[in-house]
């Protein structure tokens, strides 16, 4: 598909995606109201303020009861900082799932069997789209929280996860009008076919990807080892605490030995991880017969895209497992939904070049 065909459903996309978490953020006024607690329970409106407060416009408020109107004087001083923080991560989104859509209507059009392959990577587009805006929004964001000078980097690391799975939810929303536009704007383009990919070199650069995303998934997120990460830094000034910024954007998930919990439950919980590897591994297996030129970019993209797969199969498989919906309410089934994308961004990235290093000295140089 050429840019000027793969633009028109980028652009739908990004203007989609943004409305919606524009909607989600307006929504949270209506949970503050009386009727609200008889349709949610406590929890659930609790949880789903939370879920929707990284897309709102109203800001929190800093009233601190020591401090009395000082501090709700303070609170509005600070207000102008954040509704520009909300206008950079509204922009933000908008310009990273753009980009991205653009890159993957491009390189994995909507046409010649690739239909499911495209619509599933623009979902898992969506949940980066909204971390990198999240990010790039943070220094405005906690600014306006009037202590931006102190444990800067641990707020750093809170606010880059923070946007929820409300971004996944939009971004699957998103990911059906995006792509049925894109097999619109397809019609009358000369069909580009699937590539013959050697099968030797697919199974062995989906192996090595398949190894890098394993390396954070089961060796930086076994508890001893992430601890270690979070704690060897210390030191004074601002930038003297990493630890909690590298957890977020070096660790897929977190794990311990089967002496913390019931061993059948330990291996349930592994069983998962197993997942996320599988699906890691079928998705770069495919992806270099889908794309339609193997690209580092492409393949970068594809296989973040393929990182958030894995990580949504195992959140939800975890799910099943679940039985605090009694105590919490029903969305927190849905809490850890999007968790690990900041990790996927990294991780992934670096699993697709070294798959396209892979499929370049295995011989597939096309």
Not at 77 to 103: C, E, K, N, P, W
Not at 226 to 235: K, N, R
Not at 335 to 352: C, E, V
Request: hydrophobic letters at 55%; glycine letters at 10%; a positive charge.
């Amino acid at each position: 598909m050429t840019y000027r065909r793969a633009v028109i459903p980028a652009l739908v996309g990004g203007v989609l995606m943004t409305l919606l978490l524009w909607w989600a953020g307006a929504s949270t006024q209506a949970l503050q109201l009386r009727g609200a607690s008889t349709v949610f329970s406590i929890e659930s409106a609790s949880e789903l303020r939370r879920w929707l407060a990284p897309w709102s416009y109203d800001p929190p408020e800093l009233y601190d009861a020591s401090e009395g109107d000082r501090a709700v004087s303070a609170a509005g001083q600070y207000s102008d900082l954040y509704h520009t923080a909300m206008q950079i991560r509204f922009v933000a989104v908008f310009a990273f799932f753009v980009a991205g859509a653009l890159l993957l209507a491009r390189r994995i059009p909507p046409t010649q069997g690739r239909t499911p392959a495209t619509l599933l990577a623009l979902w898992a587009w969506g949940p980066v789209a909204g971390t990198l805006a999240v990010t790039v929004s943070a220094p405005w964001l906690i600014a306006s929280r009037g202590r931006g000078s102190y444990r800067i980097l641990p707020q750093l690391a809170g606010v880059v996860a923070s946007s929820g799975p409300v971004v996944v939810f939009a971004a699957l929303v998103t990911a059906g009008v995006t792509v049925l536009v894109a097999r619109a704007a397809a019609k009358g383009a000369e069909p580009v076919p699937r590539r013959s990919v050697p099968p030797r070199a697919a199974r062995l650069a989906a192996s090595v990807g398949t190894g890098v995303i394993a390396l954070s998934l089961i060796v930086l997120s076994y508890d001893a080892v992430a601890a270690w990460i979070q704690t060897s830094f210390s030191g004074a000034g601002l930038l003297s605490e990493p630890g909690d910024l590298l957890r977020q954007w070096l660790l897929l998930g977190g794990w311990a030995g089967p002496s913390t919990a019931p061993f059948g439950d330990w291996l349930l919980y592994r069983a998962a991880d197993v997942v996320t590897l599988a699906v890691v591994w079928w998705a770069l297996r495919l992806l270099p017969g889908l794309l339609t030129r193997t690209t580092a970019p492409a393949m970068a993209v594809g296989a973040i895209c393929a990182t958030v797969l894995g990580l949504l199969a195992s959140q939800v498989l975890h799910m099943t497992m679940d039985d605090t919906v009694a105590v919490w309410g029903p969305t927190h089934l849905f809490s850890t939904l999007g968790n690990g994308t900041p990790a996927a961004l990294t991780f992934g990235t670096l699993a697709g070049l070294a798959a396209l290093a892979t499929l370049r000295l295995t011989g597939d140089r096309a």
